[in-house]
């Protein structure tokens, strides 16, 4: 079965430095989403991409973050710089349309010290 | 502003013991609402898609109805897998570009004890 890969699994930062994650979308599907979970919360998204156009990122905070998706296909974002509130679960998903439901990725879980 | 509240925030269940998760919403043109099943650590799976009032999915022992204002997942007989937290989130228009996100609610954690 199609997945959605995320890397890393893990990140430990501290406050102040630079972090960035990967994700792999399942092959063929032209939107991919990034949303933020916080333990308890359900996830909020932070930045639509339509190939490797953005389509929706008004809930990105741009000082800091960023996502990009070179040609169409992998997708990364980055946090600059990390603070605290960050810690949080990452989430990576595609679709080949959202009205058939999204497939998420396991996530990368960021703690920041 | 689109919101989606899920009842209870948990609940425990003996095994057997069939109950239903609640999710109300207010949205703007909605296109679909969708249920997840989050295992921890994990990323949420996909379960269902409801479009329009009426409508029944079944899926094992759960079952998921919509109306105008809320969606119902029925759980049958849950054995302690279905152990979880369940997400539900509705798909709506935004301004910005016409894009399709989801919009989730908090989840409501299910346990079954053996």
């Known amino acids: 079965e199609a997945e959605v890969a995320q890397s890393p699994r893990y990140k430990i930062t501290e406050k102040s430095q630079a972090v960035a994650f990967w994700c792999d979308p399942i092959s063929g599907h032209a939107t991919l989403y990034w949303y933020r979970q916080i333990l308890g919360q359900g996830p909020e998204l932070l930045v639509q991409?339509?190939?490797?156009?953005?389509?929706?990122d008004s809930q990105l905070p741009k000082d800091r973050f960023s996502a990009e998706r070179l040609k169409g296909v992998d997708s990364t974002l980055k946090i600059q710089p990390a603070e605290l509130g960050d810690s949080a679960m990452y989430l990576c998903a595609s679709s080949i349309r959202a009205r058939y439901g999204y497939t998420f990725g396991s996530g990368t879980r960021l703690t920041v010290v | 502003e689109d919101q989606v509240t899920q009842s209870p925030e948990a609940l425990r269940l003996q095994e057997g013991e069939s109950s239903s998760l609640n999710c109300s919403y207010t949205v703007s043109g909605l296109r679909g609402l969708f249920w997840y099943r989050q295992d921890p650590g994990k990323g949420p799976e996909f379960l269902f898609t409801?479009?329009?009032a009426g409508e029944e999915k079944e899926k094992e022992r759960l079952k998921a109805t919509l109306t105008k204002k809320e969606s119902f997942l029925h759980i049958t007989a849950p054995k302690p897998e279905d152990s979880a937290t369940y997400l539900c989130a509705v798909q709506a228009w935004t301004l910005q570009g016409g894009s399709e996100k989801l919009v989730f609610g908090k989840g409501t954690k299910l346990t079954v004890n053996p």
């Open positions: 409801l479009y329009s």
């Open positions: 991409f339509q190939d490797e156009s953005v389509v929706d």
